[in-house]
């Protein structure tokens, strides 16, 4: 894109915006307008679709007779630009990042002349508009108060906004305080539900299944955690990038596309690096904590990266606007989402701003998501004050439920850099944390409450997909009912008194006992389909074992393994201890089976066809085991079919292939629906064998001629899929 020359305007000309006719040479028209006003060094405005909409150009009024009377020339506009643009006050130098406003986005030709008023007024200092859906949002510039003044007077301007810079809270290390002995409460309420254990975990991940009646931390070693661990949800975390690639085995869930803002676009970043010099790791740490494989609360959430350029309110509305968008394109994100970010953004906000990001994050609870953030670190350097004091903080409050986490230590103490007061919703221990930075695999120690809130964010993401959620989700009222909860005795308690903790319902009950769950992961590709295991599980499994149990009466074991050589081949194995077998019934076969069955992987966007890859559940000394044992094609890819068909003549010949069905039976449900379709004897024939297009097998056969459409049919029925059909001649 060209800007106006930087030369006052001559004597007698004015700014003109010179549209071109629409299906006309616009070449020859702009070696016209050069020649009628004697400038060489023209160039075009193109619009938002980087299409030709117009020239800026200085003229007099007998030039723009002349222009207006050429063919190939639609209109001719004057620029309306204040008369004293070139004049700045004494007191008016310095400048300030801006937001400006269109009066109608969708006008495109009243927001590209509004966007040449503004390159004629401010040359570099405006940069290019940002677009959603073909609507002009804003432009940003640095202007003077009294640029600001001028803008504003522009017709196609509706508002001018100052841009307010935001920061990551930094701590600097020193002494501790003195921290209160931690109180020892009555038991609190159990949730109905399997956990997993991570043995030796990170502190701040043991305190959070911390049960009240183990007031001290160092008495427990192990993190126990909901067995489904998030799975099926998703965390928007606003950042200006999360190592994702660097650390693919920290973050194993990541979603197929990632929001950033035009800022990040314009300057090429990406979302799965982390790039910050001045606190490097932040974004990558903050993120660990909230679903990392080792380091997080959520084990299976899905990561979104929101990815920021600049930490200033510019981008930061434009962020939330981006993930309103987008749930909005995925309506199945609604209540299985979490927003979080672990960045503060000034306080000295003006009311027009506070309102509207008030809106966006009203918005965003509208659609049963909340939003996750820090009460800020305490800083003497950047910010002193011990109490909340930064945005977007300060807008919480009894009727704007934003969820606001502090930081406390391993013994439940308020942390000494943690802000705190009325605006504090709970605490998660945000003090000497290990996460994996961007660029190593050793754990890095660190301070603050960028990595409190993530730990709230994670156990949200647990909590939102559990098979009945602990509160109400009723449509606009989840985030409040969410906020509620987290404050009550059900989602955390205070070690020291007034100071709220984060808990995940774990008792001591459960951290004594034996009852746990042991998850395998869809991303080793080794899996069943939910149906056929259920099948074999309760149809033939448990039956035999049960028969077989009945005629012994000490310790008895059962493993029997199905499906050889296909896709879905598994192992069902049962250990149960002595005496347990006379207690022992069929029933709980089926529970405990099915168990690992469904407590372990559910149906998303990476697993679409609802995969299983089964695990063990412990309970006392029993253990019950689904093992699947062949590697397949990627989870994420859900069911596959496909067919090409050649004519010769004679008859059409066939090469059918699918994934996730079809995967234990040799082809035989294919074969039965072809039969209908003329298949020709000694034709048919079938083979496992995996491809690099995500097929799991291969049929080959021979019709008679004609037969596609019927072929095609065929294949949509036995599959299961929509939308399928047959390729090729024939």
């Known amino acids: 894109m060209n800007r106006t020359p930087k030369r006052a305007t001559e004597k007698g000309k004015d700014l003109y915006t010179v549209f071109p006719k629409q299906g006309t040479d616009t070449a020859a028209t702009m070696e016209f307008i050069k020649s009628t006003v004697n400038n060489h060094d023209l160039h075009p405005w193109t619009d938002v679709h980087e299409q030709l909409m117009s020239w800026t150009v200085e003229a007099s009024p007998s ?20 008369k004293d643009h070139n004049r700045l006050r004494q007191d008016d130098s310095l400048e300030q990042k801006s937001t400006i406003y269109p009066v109608d986005g969708q006008n495109l030709d009243q927001c590209n002349a509004t966007g040449a008023s503004l390159r004629a007024l401010l040359n570099d200092k405006v940069n290019e508009p940002r677009i959603w859906n073909g609507t002009v949002k804003s432009w940003t510039a640095l202007l003077t108060n009294a640029q600001v003044e001028q803008v504003e007077a522009m017709d196609g301007v509706e508002v001018v906004r100052p841009v307010y810079k935001g920061r990551r809270c930094r701590v600097a290390r020193g002494l501790r305080k003195p921290s209160t002995s931690p109180k020892a409460p009555g038991p609190l309420e159990r949730r109905s539900i399997m956990y997993e254990t991570q043995q030796n975990a990170a502190p701040e991940l043991v305190a959070v299944s911390q049960p009240s009646t183990i007031p001290v931390l160092r008495d427990l070693k192990h993190y126990m955690y909901e067995s489904h661990a998030g799975g099926g949800s998703y965390v928007y975390h606003i950042e200006t990038g999360v190592a994702f690639e660097a650390q693919h085995q920290e973050f ?32 990558t740490c903050s993120a660990g904590k909230a679903l ?28 939330l606007d981006l993930i309103i968008h987008d749930l909005d394109e995925h309506p199945e994100r609604r ?45 003497p350097v950047e910010n002193d004050s011990e109490e909340v004091n930064e945005y977007p903080a300060l807008l919480e409050g009894p009727d704007f439920p934003l969820i606001i986490v502090g930081s406390v230590n391993s013994e439940g103490a308020l942390s000494d850099f943690s802000q705190r007061g009325p605006h504090v919703t709970l605490h998660a221990v945000g003090e000497d944390i290990l996460c994996l930075p961007k660029d190593s695999q050793t754990p890095m120690r660190t301070d603050g409450t960028s990595y409190a809130g993530p730990l709230v964010a994670g156990e949200i993401a647990n909590l ?23 404050q009550s005795d059900k989602g955390s308690w205070e070690r020291v008194p007034g100071i709220r903790v984060l808990w995940n319902g774990v008792t001591e009950e459960t951290h004594n006992s034996k009852e746990h769950a042991q998850c395998n992961t869809l991303q080793a590709d080794i899996y069943v389909e939910r149906d056929d295991v259920k099948g074999l599980i309760e149809n033939e499994f ?30 069902l194995s049962m250990d149960l201890e002595t005496g347990s077998s006379v207690k022992h019934n069929g029933d709980d076969c089926i529970k405990y089976l099915m168990m690992a069955v469904d407590g372990c992987d559910s149906s998303s966007e ?36 496909a067919c090409d068909s050649a004519y010769k003549v004679f008859f059409n010949e066939y090469w059918v292939w699918g ?18 379709c003329a298949l020709l004897p000694d034709t048919w024939s079938f083979e496992y064998g995996l491809g690099d297009d995500g097929r799991e097998w291969t049929a080959k056969f021979r019709t008679g001629v004609f037969q596609k459409s019927c072929v095609g049919n065929a294949l949509k029925t036995a599959a299961g899929i929509d939308g399928v059909g047959c390729h090729g001649s024939g």
């Open 63 to 82: 030039e723009v007779t002349q222009l207006e009377g050429h063919d190939g020339i639609d209109r001719v506009a004057k620029l309306e630009i204040p």
């Open 252 to 283: 194993p869930n990541i979603a197929p596309q990632h929001l950033l803002t035009q800022k990040a676009i314009d300057n090429h970043e990406e979302p799965g690096e982390d790039d910050d010099e001045d606190d490097p790791s932040h974004g």
């Open 292 to 319: 990392g494989t080792q380091f997080g609360a959520s084990r299976k959430a899905m990561l979104v990266v929101v990815r920021l350029y600049l930490i200033d309110t510019d981008e930061f509305k434009e962020a």
């Open 335 to 379: 209540k299985k989402s979490v927003v979080t970010m672990s960045l503060s953004i000034g306080h000295d906000w003006d009311e027009e701003t506070g309102d509207d990001v008030r809106e966006l994050l009203n918005q965003l609870f509208d659609r049963d998501v909340p939003f996750v953030c820090i009460s800020g670190n305490i800083d």
């Open 464 to 486: 939102l997909t559990y098979e009945t959620v602990p509160f109400d989700t009723s449509d606009g009222s989840l985030v409040k009912n969410l906020k509620a909860y987290l």
């Open 542 to 571: 448990c039956p035999d074992a049960t028969v077989r149990r009945d005629l012994q009466q000490d310790s008895f074991s059962i493993s029997r393994t199905y499906n050889e050589g296909t896709p879905n081949k598994v192992t």
């Open 606 to 641: 990476v697993n679409p066809a609802n995969y299983k890859a089964g695990g063990l559940i412990t309970i006392g000394g029993d253990r019950y085991r689904v093992s699947p044992g062949t590697l397949r094609s990627a989870a994420e890819k859900g069911k596959q079919a």
């Open 659 to 676: 994934h996730g069905w079809a995967s234990s039976d040799n082809g035989k449900s294919l074969q039965d629906e072809v039969k209908g």
